[in-house]
């Protein structure tokens, strides 16, 4: 079975650029999740969806972020514009309605921006 | 704002070696996964404990919760270049599904 898929895997952009991440979750589950990844702040978790339905965006870190889940099988993250402070590697995870809650983390995409 | 506190967050060892590295909280949380990261990979889940007091154990690694639910450890015997990687704790906030990530420890086996 395919596993959680994003893309880009890198991404590296100029300071002021849109930069749109892409997800898609393993098919069947309900909830898909964005956390973005430094080293300072280890991992945070920015926005979460349930049955497409965005649910907390308290993690969202301002305006120039926002985030879609058009349907069950494809969500995006976008940055703009974007700022150098921005870079880190941004991990989408999804999970099915279970009581083991285990979150199935993609390969990451890293985002430099310069 | 609930915190997980872990250490060490560096560790470096010899293969062969045992260690334990730690997982802190000033509250109580429901239940606490652990994960393992590689390097360009997203974290994969290890174990989930839930009572407090519980053990288990994955071949070499165990995983002990604490009893009152504040703090958790991880013990690998006998390390593996294998076991290289960061390993993160992360708190449920229950069935909200959210989770809050310790910094992690990241942990170096050296052959």
């Known amino acids: 079975d395919a596993g959680v898929i994003q893309s880009p895997r890198h991404e590296v952009t100029e300071m002021g650029q849109e930069v749109t991440l892409r997800c898609k979750p393993i098919?069947?589950?309900?909830?898909l999740f964005w956390y973005r990844q430094t080293m300072m702040r280890g991992l945070e978790l920015l926005i979460y969806f349930n049955n497409n339905v965005p649910i907390d965006d308290s993690g969202m870190p301002e305006d120039r972020f926002s985030a879609k889940m058009p349907n069950a099988s494809f969500s995006t993250l976008k940055i703009q514009p974007s700022e150098p402070r921005d870079s880190a590697v941004y991990f989408c995870?999804?999970?099915?309605?279970?009581?083991?809650?285990?979150?199935?983390f993609g390969p990451g995409t890293r985002l430099l921006v310069l | 704002t609930q915190l997980l506190e872990q250490s060490p967050q560096f560790l470096s060892i010899q293969e062969g070696e045992n260690l334990t590295v730690y997982c802190n909280s000033s509250?109580?949380?429901?239940?606490l996964q652990w994960y393992r990261q590689e390097p360009g990979e997203g974290p994969v889940l290890l174990v989930t404990?839930?009572?407090?007091?519980e053990v288990k154990k994955l071949k070499r690694l165990t995983f002990q919760f604490g009893d009152a639910r504040k703090d958790s450890s991880l013990h690998i015997t006998a390390a593996q270049p294998g076991d290289t990687g960061l390993y993160l704790c992360a708190r449920s906030g229950g069935s909200n599904y959210k989770l809050t990530f310790g910094k992690g420890t990241l942990l170096t086996v050296n052959p």
């Open positions: 404990v839930v009572t407090g007091g």
């Open positions: 509250s109580v949380f429901s239940s």
């Open positions: 995870a999804s999970t099915m309605l279970a009581p083991s809650g285990t979150q199935y």
């Open positions: 098919s069947g589950h309900d909830y």
